[in-house]
């Protein structure tokens, strides 16, 4: 029976959600963050996760546990945030020698749970943020909006859509990725040597000793091509902000936009398949060996919006005011 249910995860609200197989614990207190997935039929943990985890355990590393999802994600130089019709000075939260802000603040926030419930083909959560002049943000990104989040579990897999609607009279910035927290082994009993990462890339992004990009893109080394052809081990070495415009691949001979994670010894695979707004990824594993890995879907680029580039090459994308900007992702095992 397909369920959801309000449950309490050591010192936050979660809902619950059982449907299909799959599990999945949604802590729409902080951030919305689905902090747990698992297959119980296939035994495969998705998400970095812990029993042990307190909320503000959590709260303090949000990027790094579940699937957070980040607004306004990775770097902007020197805080500094350029749009059509203004010019945003956000907080420097980036240590030098990289003086960028980062990460944004969305993944932290309390969302309203909007609603819960489960029938005989699915579970699901609705919330929502409301972004005004009552969050401590507004004083350097006056620009309101309204985000909302739709999560759906079934046989198969889990759903993710993101609404943002844009609530001011100006420009509402839009740059959405996802810090996805991929466990490692994500099967239980398995071997972290044994995964190996599909991810199908075109060129890569060549980023300066800040982590910002130049402008420039290289062709594919030898290291690179790995992920392409899916012989990459993404631990047990070091995967540092690896960025690469993103291309459609194949799962099952079928065309698929996203990226695949396989249990070599057991032929069991993690599948994560992102919608079209999603223009580039970056693979991040914390120096490789904290057992989990980090396969990002952006939108646009780093520092998409201050860059002397066309915004067809950054992905950077601007809301018009009552407008409204969308995405989906989806995760499922095979």
């Known amino acids: 029976m397909n369920t959801t249910q309000l449950f309490n995860f050591n010192g936050t609200t979660c809902v619950k959600m059982n449907a299909g197989g799959y599990e999945a614990l949604v802590?729409?207190?902080?951030?919305?963050?689905?902090?747990?997935?698992?297959?119980?039929?296939?035994?495969?943990?998705?998400?970095?996760?812990?029993?042990?985890?307190?909320a503000d355990d959590i709260r303090q590393s949000a990027e790094v546990w579940g699937l957070p999802t980040l607004y306004l994600p990775n770097r902007f130089a020197d805080g500094r945030l350029r749009t059509s019709d203004a010019v945003y000075q956000l907080p420097v939260n980036e240590k030098a020698p990289y003086n960028n802000h980062i990460h944004g603040?969305?993944?932290?926030?309390?969302?309203?749970?909007?609603?819960?419930?489960?029938?005989?083909?699915?579970?699901?959560?609705?919330?929502?943020?409301?972004?005004?002049?009552?969050?401590?943000?507004?004083?350097?990104?006056?620009?309101?909006?309204?985000?909302?989040?739709?999560?759906?579990?079934s046989e198969h897999g889990l759903e993710q859509n993101i609404t943002f609607i844009n609530t001011s009279d100006k420009v509402l910035p839009m740059s959405l990725a996802s810090h996805t927290t991929i466990n490692s082994p994500f099967v239980d009993g398995a071997d972290e040597a044994d995964i190996r990462l599909t991810v199908p890339i075109g060129m890569r992004c060549v980023l300066n000793s800040r982590c910002l990009p130049t402008g420039a893109v290289d062709q594919l080394t030898m290291y690179?091509?790995?992920?392409?052809?899916?012989?990459?081990?993404?631990?047990?070495?070091?995967?540092?902000?690896?960025?690469?415009?993103a291309e459609t691949g194949e799962l099952d001979g079928q065309r698929f936009y996203g990226v695949t994670a396989e249990d070599t010894k057991s032929g069991k695979k993690l599948c994560y398949e992102v919608s079209e707004e999603y223009r580039f990824w970056i693979i991040w594993n914390d120096r490789g060996f904290n057992h989990y890995f980090c396969p990002e879907p952006m939108t646009a680029m780093i520092d998409a919006p201050n860059l002397d580039m066309p915004a067809e090459a950054t992905g950077y994308r601007e809301i018009k005011p009552g407008g409204k900007f969308e995405t989906h992702q989806r995760f499922f095992s095979k």
């Open 27 to 54: 802590a729409y207190e902080i951030g919305a963050n689905v902090i747990r997935l698992r297959n119980n039929k296939d035994g495969v943990e998705f998400f970095r996760f812990s029993h042990s985890n307190t």
């Open 224 to 245: 690179d091509l790995e992920y392409r052809n899916g012989t990459k081990c993404p631990v047990l070495q070091v995967c540092d902000n690896d960025m690469y415009t």
């Open 105 to 153: 603040f969305l993944h932290k926030r309390p969302h309203e749970l909007v609603e819960h419930n489960a029938d005989s083909n699915c579970a699901w959560v609705k919330t929502r943020y409301v972004y005004d002049e009552r969050d401590e943000f507004f004083r350097y990104l006056p620009v309101s909006f309204v985000a909302e989040y739709t999560f759906t579990l």
